[in-house]
């Protein structure tokens, strides 16, 4: 006969097995797993830092991209248990124990990416740290989570020691809280909601949670008996908080994940026995298998977006490539090695028209000095044109070089007024540059030959020195230069207001004005 206390002793060590053969911390999918997870448009991975003992890090790749660029995000000092997203939202979930070295702390965090349009990059929100939410309660064992547009949801099933009535001491590892039925929870504000199940969901079965589509208004549960080898349940949950539950034809054994590709479920498989990876389209009754694969020896995961599947494979702490899988067709893409996104070019268009924008205004104040003009003599029978005539001749010169650029590139009107200020691309710049360009060309050789432009001529204006003679080239040239910065930098064109004869800062250096024909009974 056993004592009483090697009759403990066994149990104890039967229960340790228990807990260790499903630990609290969670388990991988895959032996070989590399923490990842989607939304439509964006995913997110974990690896180890390049540097030795320095955590981990996160990483984030973005659809839009249209390229393998990813961002470093977050360093974390270990690796979250879980993860869950939604559009641009990350959830991560990690284990501490408590002090007693039994309890345990299921800590929930959350990250977002934002695109920083000035540069055209995604960012971290915040920026150097992650912002933490309620915690997940501690009993049961964490079988998934993830991200819907309500925030984060969770299913904890009971250990296989829940259902074992034993006598423990209060130091006892069979002492500590125990979950005794599945429930699922969802975070709304501050506080974990329990969902209701389904009704013929029991806590024997291996489960998969997903989002039923595009808008997160439905719920995917897929659930492998562990009794009954050969049942798995599908259910899905409506918008209503309504179950319907399916039995589709498929080996549940083999299920190591489920996915979503826009209105598609796909189920991934691993054949008992071998290192092949199947791919399959699930409905309500059948699956049909679209891909397959051979295990990579590295980490690996398989995530869902918008436009088809991606497959990550870590082939060292700094190095990782993605591979897409067409949902339709089942083809794989090549093999990409993913890179830090580089700066977008329109990112680099605006940094430079920025720099060259502030040059020229520093150019203006330091060089030219603008300032008060030396007196104007105006002869006889003239007078300063006025402001409305002024820019209606310039609108009158710039009309050749815009129909020409319109019928030269194709162009329509609404092409020509994408000022460089305000694009954000230079091919959006290329119709105004060829307008502006053709337009200063004809103004400089009118004025060089007869003082005046196309549209000056056209309303009888002329271009006169300060003392109402002819120009020289010299002041030509000036006037037509300072008058391109002007059109580059319109805001600076606001300095003739305050002159008397509309003398702007072209006008001013090279001893100009512009005047017209006085009409009689008009006075200066």
Request: charged letters at 20%.
């Amino acid at each position: 006969m056993y004592r009483r206390s090697e009759v403990k002793i066994v149990l104890l060590v039967w229960l340790a097995m228990i807990a260790t053969s499903q630990p609290a911390t969670g388990q991988s999918k895959t032996e070989q797993a590399l923490l990842a997870a989607s939304s439509d448009t964006q995913l997110w991975f974990i690896t180890g830092s390049t540097q030795k003992d320095d955590g981990y890090q996160l990483f984030h790749h973005a659809q839009i991209l249209q390229g393998p660029y990813f961002q470093r995000f977050q360093k974390l000092p270990e690796v979250p248990v879980m993860v869950g997203s939604w559009d641009d939202h990350l959830w991560l979930v990690f284990h501490h124990r408590a002090s007693s070295g039994r309890e345990i702390r299921r800590e929930v965090y959350v990250i977002q990416a934002r695109m920083n349009d000035s540069v055209g990059i995604y960012e971290q929100s915040p920026p150097d740290h992650l912002t933490k939410v309620h915690s997940l309660p501690s009993e049961g064992r964490l079988a998934d989570f993830i991200g819907t547009p309500r925030g984060p949801m969770a299913l904890l099933l009971p250990y296989q020691r829940a259902g074992v009535k034993i006598e423990a001491g209060p130091s006892s590892l069979a002492s500590s809280p125990t979950l005794q039925a599945p429930i699922l929870l969802q975070l709304r504000g501050n506080e974990w909601v329990e969902i209701d199940l389904p009704n013929e969901f029991d806590m024997e079965k291996k489960s998969f949670l997903l989002s039923g589509d595009r808008d997160g208004k439905s719920l995917v549960l897929l659930s492998v008996s562990q009794q009954l080898l050969d049942r798995t349940d599908l259910a899905i949950r409506d918008s209503d908080g309504n179950w319907r539950v399916w039995h589709p034809e498929i080996d549940s054994r083999q299920i190591i994940d489920l996915l979503r590709v826009k209105e598609h479920l796909v189920v991934v498989q691993q054949r008992d026995g071998t290192d092949e990876v199947t791919i399959s389209t699930l409905s309500n009754t059948r699956m049909d298998t679209i891909a397959s694969f051979s295990i990579p020896g590295e980490p690996w995961a398989l995530v869902g977006m918008r436009d088809g599947l991606r497959r990550l494979v870590q082939s060292s702490p700094g190095e990782t490539s993605m591979t897409r899988i067409s949902v339709i067709s089942g083809r794989l893409g090549r093999e990409e090695t993913l890179v830090i996104q580089p700066i977008p070019p329109r990112a680099i268009w605006q940094s430079l028209i920025t720099v060259l924008f502030v040059g020229l205004v520093i150019f203006i104040v330091v060089v030219v000095k603008p300032g008060q003009s030396k007196p104007v003599t105006l002869p006889a029978n003239t007078m300063v044109l006025p402001l409305g005539l002024r820019m209606t001749a310039l609108l009158f010169d710039f009309a050749p070089g815009g129909i020409l650029t319109m019928l030269v590139l194709e162009r329509s009107p609404l092409d020509l007024i994408f000022h460089p200020l305000f694009a954000s691309d230079p091919s959006q710049v290329m119709a105004f540059g060829m307008m502006l360009g053709l337009t200063m060309t004809h103004s400089l050789l009118g004025e060089l030959w007869k003082a005046t432009t196309l549209g000056k001529a056209i309303l009888g204006a002329r271009v006169i020195t300060s003392e109402g003679g002819r120009p020289g080239v010299k002041q030509i040239v000036i006037r037509n230069m300072l008058k391109l910065v002007i059109l580059l930098i319109p805001p600076l064109g606001l300095l003739m207001i305050r002159n008397p004869y509309l003398q702007g800062i072209p006008e001013m250096k090279s001893h100009t004005v512009v005047v017209i024909e006085k009409q009689e009974g008009e006075k200066h």
